[in-house]
C-alpha cells in the first residue's frame, strides 16, 4: 500500500514542502486521486483472494479496509472543502489574506467587521437545513459483505463417512444364498447335506448434480461481491440437492441417487422376528424408537447390525422433550446427555427434510459416500452465445453416490407414522 508523502506526491514529483503551499482545492484534487488508486489497489487483491478460495476472514479484512480508507478519505476532503469554502468567503470580502481558521478570519477582519456594527448594517443571514444537502443518503458507511437468507443446515449428508473413488462404477461381492444343513447322527450313520453358498458382484453407477447460471460480464466487474456470491450460490444448490436425493425417491439405479427412505423397511409392531404390539404403558419416542432399534438387531441375528442414528424433524424432537403425564409432571426419557440429543445410545439428528410425524432408525456405519468428483464450481465465457452477449457461465458439478450394500439393508428402518406406531405398542 503507497505512503501518501513517501511513495504518492514522490510518483507525482511533488515534494512535502510543495503540498503543503498548495490550496485546499488542490490538496483534495491530490487526496481523492490518493485514495482512488489505494481503493483500486484493494479491489485487485480482493479479486485474486477469491479466485484462489481464499478464507472468508482474509476477505472480509480487506472488505474491512476498504471501507476504512474510503471513511479517512471523506473525512479529509470534508475538511479541506470546508477550509477552502471559508477562504472564500474571506477574499470575496476583500481581505486577501491566507486564513486557515474561522478564528484567524475573525482577527483579521476585525475592522471590516466593527465599521459594519458602527454602522448597523443590516443584513440577510440565511439558514441551512438537511434540505440543503441532496443524497444524504449514500453519505453513510456501507457495512461490508452480504447477508444470506436463512438456508438449511447440512446434516443428513453429514451423518455417513466418505471415501474418494476415481472410478465411474463401484462394484462390490456379496454372499447371495447360503444353506446351513448340519445334522445330528448315531454312531457312524450316514446323512445327506445340502450345505452351501453361492456370491453375487452388484455394480451401482455413480450419481453426477449439476448447477449452473449465467452472468453479466460487466456487472461482475463493477461489483466485487457478485462473482464470490454467485459461485457460493451454485455450489450451495449442488451440495443441497445432494443432501435432498439422500431423502428423494431414487434407489442408486439409472443415475439416481440412494435415498434412505427408500432402501429403509417399514416398521410394524407386529413382525413376527420382533413383535411389540401392546407393549408398552404410555409409550412415548423414547419407546418407539427403541422398538426399532431392537428390530433392527434381531434382522441382523443381534449380531450384523446395532442403530445407532435417529433422523427426524425439529418440531417432532421438540414436542418430545416436552411431553408430560395427566398430572402436568415432565416424563422422564431414558436417556443421559448433556444436550439432550442422544436417545436409546442414538444420536438425534434433525432435518426440515424430514416430514413431521416421520423418523428413521438405522446404523449410520453401513452407509458410505463415494466421492468421485467433489464440488467444482467452473467458469466459462464460450458457452451458447456469450462471447456476442459479454455473459459468463458459472456452474457448479459434483459426482458422489450413496452406497448401501443390499444385505446391509435391513439395517435402515423408518416410520412414516409416529402417531399410529405409538397407538400400536400401548398397552390397553
Known amino acids: 500500500m503507497k505512503d501518501f508523502n513517501e511513495d504518492f506526491l514522490k510518483s507525482k514529483n511533488i515534494t512535502k514542502a510543495e503540498f503543503e503551499a498548495m490550496d485546499s482545492s488542490e490538496m483534495a484534487n491530490l487526496y481523492a486521486e490518493y485514495s482512488k488508486e489505494q481503493l483500486q489497489d484493494l479491489s485487485t487483491k480482493l479479486k485474486d483472494l477469491e479466485a484462489k478460495g481464499a478464507s472468508k476472514a482474509d476477505v472480509t479484512a480487506v472488505e474491512k ?57 443590516s443584513f440577510e443571514v440565511k439558514s441551512f437545513g438537511y434540505a440543503n444537502i441532496s443524497g444524504r443518503d449514500e453519505l453513510t458507511p456501507v457495512e461490508a459483505g452480504n447477508l444470506d437468507k436463512p438456508f438449511r443446515k447440512q446434516s443428513v449428508v453429514d451423518i455417513f463417512k466418505r471415501k474418494p473413488i476415481n472410478k465411474e462404477y463401484f462394484k462390490y461381492r456379496e454372499t447371495n444364498t447360503v444353506t446351513r444343513d448340519a445334522k445330528v447322527v448315531v454312531a457312524c450313520a450316514p446323512s445327506v447335506h445340502s450345505t452351501g453358498k453361492d456370491w453375487i458382484i452388484r455394480t451401482v453407477e455413480l450419481a453426477k448434480i449439476r448447477e449452473w447460471t449465467e452472468v453479466c460480464q460487466d456487472m461482475m466487474d463493477d461489483y466485487d461481491f457478485v462473482e464470490g456470491e454467485i459461485k457460493d450460490l451454485v455450489k450451495q444448490g449442488v451440495n443441497s440437492k445432494e443432501e435432498q436425493e439422500l431423502l428423494g425417491t431414487g434407489d442408486g439405479t439409472n443415475n439416481t441417487y440412494t435415498s434412505i427412505d427408500v432402501i429403509s423397511s417399514e416398521f410394524s409392531a407386529d413382525n413376527a422376528l420382533a413383535p411389540f404390539t401392546k407393549s408398552f404403558k404410555t409409550p412415548t419416542l423414547a419407546e418407539l424408537t427403541d422398538a426399532m432399534k431392537a428390530q433392527i438387531s434381531v434382522f441382523g441375528q443381534n449380531n450384523s447390525w446395532n442403530a445407532d442414528t435417529i433422523l427426524m424433524n425439529y418440531s417432532d424432537f421438540v414436542k418430545y422433550k416436552h411431553e408430560k403425564n395427566a398430572n402436568g409432571d415432565y416424563l422422564i426419557p431414558n436417556y443421559i446427555d448433556q444436550n439432550g440429543q442422544v436417545l436409546n445410545g442414538m444420536r438425534i439428528v434433525t432435518s426440515p427434510l424430514i416430514s413431521a410425524n416421520t423418523l428413521y432408525v438405522f446404523d449410520s456405519t453401513k452407509g458410505t459416500i463415494y466421492d468421485r468428483q467433489k464440488t467444482e464450481v467452473t467458469m466459462s ?15 457448479a458439478l459434483k459426482r458422489s453416490q450413496l452406497i448401501v450394500k443390499n444385505i446391509n439393508r435391513d439395517a435402515f428402518m423408518k416410520c412414516t407414522d409416529i402417531a399410529s406406531s405409538l397407538t400400536a405398542i400401548t398397552k390397553v
Open 65 to 121: 479496509q476498504m471501507v476504512e480508507i474510503d471513511k479517512t478519505s471523506k473525512a479529509i476532503l470534508t475538511k479541506l472543502e470546508e477550509q477552502g469554502a471559508e477562504l472564500i468567503k474571506l477574499q470575496e470580502r476583500g481581505t486577501g489574506v491566507n486564513v486557515n481558521t474561522i478564528k484567524q478570519a475573525v482577527k483579521t477582519n476585525k475592522e471590516a467587521i466593527d465599521n459594519v456594527k458602527d454602522k448597523r448594517v
Open 381 to 395: 465465457y464460450d458457452n451458447k452465445d456469450n462471447f456476442e452477449h459479454e455473459m459468463v457461465t458459472i456452474k
